[in-house]
């Protein structure tokens, strides 16, 4: 018996460690919560979207998630407002796009401080 309530001890402390660190598996209702949002995600997008621009829209998500992630935010924002007449086809998609590329992109700019040092070739005091 006291190796029973030992073993329950360890995996409700395991539990508590899990849910401390952000681990997904330690809480089944938020695993869950995640997984109904991410399918309804992907039905909002499938009706939104024609085949290309969904093969477009998994590619980049392969290389750029977090740019993919902000198109799919905005292809949704869109779709709950009633912003879409129709399905977005390939050429459309890369519009919307270049629209986010633009709103998220970054500007940088370099500065030259030219400092005067000086230079001893032009007295030469031998």
Request: net charge negative; glycine share 4%; aromatic share 4%.
């Amino acid at each position: 018996m006291a190796d029973e309530e030992l073993e329950a001890l360890r995996q409700r402390r395991l539990g508590e460690i899990r849910a401390e660190h952000g681990d997904p598996s330690a809480d089944p209702s938020q695993q869950e919560a995640k997984q109904r949002e991410a399918e309804i995600r992907n039905t909002i997008l499938a009706q939104v979207l024609d085949q290309a621009a969904r093969a477009r829209l998994s590619n980049l998500a392969l290389v750029k998630p977090d740019k993919a992630k902000a198109v799919e935010n905005y292809l949704i924002q869109m779709a709950r407002f009633g912003q879409l007449a129709g399905k977005v086809s390939e050429p459309g998609l890369i519009e919307i796009l270049e629209k986010v590329s633009q709103q998220t992109e970054k500007k940088t700019t370099v500065k030259f401080n030219r400092r005067k040092v000086l230079d001893s070739d032009e007295e030469d005091d031998y």
